[in-house]
């Protein structure tokens, strides 16, 4: 089925079996770009991954070199079971497999989506107030206690 086009990639479904799902926990390593742009909204240190589920059949591909996935996976599948990328970014849109948890448990990538809003809507950098991000902070934490490989945490 054709898509928005908003970015150039295709995604193909395998089949409807379950055991073709990417389904479960994931984590992705932030890539240097993502990291570096956190770094301008995000007032503090940050963690250099992102955490979550996932839970697709659709196995995503990029059709040009314009689009760069948002990180590596360590644990779970991400865009395809081939690659070991998750989500996509160009300019800024950013897509992801990381449903549902993606935004509670990154505060330092919500910290991001916001401050690329409001930089667009009001022409320049905005400074964001520092929030108590204690809780959400606890919870990516412990979720890499939890299921990321030993060498992770």
Not at 23 to 33: M, P, Y
Not at 118 to 139: F, I, P
């Amino acid at each position: 089925i054709k898509g928005l086009e908003i970015l150039p990639v295709s995604t193909r479904a395998p089949g409807l079996d379950l055991k073709q799902r990417c389904l479960g926990n994931i984590v992705t390593e932030l890539s240097q770009e993502i990291r570096k742009q956190i770094s301008l909204y995000y007032d503090g240190d940050f963690s250099k991954y992102l955490v979550g589920f996932e839970n697709h059949s659709g196995q995503t591909y990029f059709e040009s070199d314009i689009v760069n996935p948002i990180g590596n996976t360590i644990l779970g599948l991400g865009n395809n079971v081939e690659e070991q990328k998750e989500g996509a970014k160009y300019k800024n849109v950013f897509g992801s497999y990381t449903h549902g948890s993606l935004l509670p448990k990154n505060p330092h990538f919500a910290d991001l989506l916001i401050g690329l809003a409001l930089e667009k809507k009001y022409g320049k950098r905005v400074q964001l107030s520092k929030l108590d991000d204690s809780t959400e902070w606890h919870a990516h934490k412990r979720f890499i206690e939890m299921y990321a490989p030993s060498s992770l945490t």
